[in-house]
């Protein structure tokens, strides 16, 4: 079990990227959590800071890719949206088989479209982790991981 907490933190970390002083807070509670302690979460970013491809084979997003925006998010909705626009994504109006990812404020939320992209298998990520997705994407008219210089 202390083996997929460490991997659970892992991914918490390169999610992160540059780790700050007070994510590095974050991540000893969160490892306090998993009981795991501050020395496992030095080894895991030191692990990260050394890994030539930090996080690949991991969840990306492409342009294209259908995203939702089910409920209310911390940030209003509309920017979400357009946000996803401007990096060449599609915002669907609804959750379907093709929706890529749905982003919810709360990941874990019984609400029916969240349910439904689970049963679809859809992945539903809070806004923290779309943002970082649209990081990794980088502007629709510009380069940026995924999409080659013009």
């Given at each position: 079990?202390?083996?997929?907490?460490?991997?659970?933190?892992?991914?918490?970390?390169?999610?992160?990227?540059?780790?700050?002083?007070?994510?590095?807070?974050?991540?000893?509670?969160?490892?306090?959590?998993?009981?795991?302690t501050?020395?496992?979460?030095?080894?895991?970013?030191?692990?990260?800071?050394?890994?030539?491809?930090?996080?690949?084979?991991?969840?990306?997003?492409?342009?294209g890719?259908?995203?939702?925006?089910p409920?209310?998010?911390?940030?209003?909705?509309?920017?979400?949206?357009?946000?996803?626009?401007?990096?060449?994504?599609?915002?669907?109006?609804?959750?379907?088989?093709?929706?890529?990812?749905?982003?919810?404020?709360?990941?874990?939320?019984?609400?029916?479209?969240?349910?439904?992209?689970?049963?679809?298998?859809?992945?539903?990520?809070?806004?923290?982790?779309?943002e970082?997705?649209?990081?990794?994407?980088?502007?629709?008219?510009?380069?940026?991981?995924?999409?080659?210089?013009?």
């Amino acid at each position: 079990m202390a083996d997929l907490h460490r991997r659970y933190l892992a991914e918490l970390a390169v999610a992160a990227g540059q780790v700050t002083g007070g994510e590095r807070h974050d991540l000893v509670a969160v490892a306090a959590l998993l009981a795991l302690t501050p020395s496992d979460v030095d080894s895991v970013l030191a692990a990260v800071r050394e890994s030539p491809h930090p996080g690949r084979g991991r969840f990306r997003l492409e342009r294209g890719d259908v995203v939702g925006f089910p409920g209310e998010t911390t940030v209003a909705r509309e920017v979400w949206e357009e946000r996803a626009r401007a990096a060449g994504l599609v915002v669907g109006p609804r959750v379907t088989k093709a929706t890529r990812l749905v982003v919810a404020a709360d990941p874990d939320t019984m609400s029916g479209k969240a349910d439904l992209a689970r049963r679809y298998g859809v992945p539903v990520v809070h806004p923290a982790g779309f943002e970082a997705l649209l990081a990794a994407l980088g502007p629709a008219g510009g380069s940026g991981p995924g999409r080659p210089p013009a």
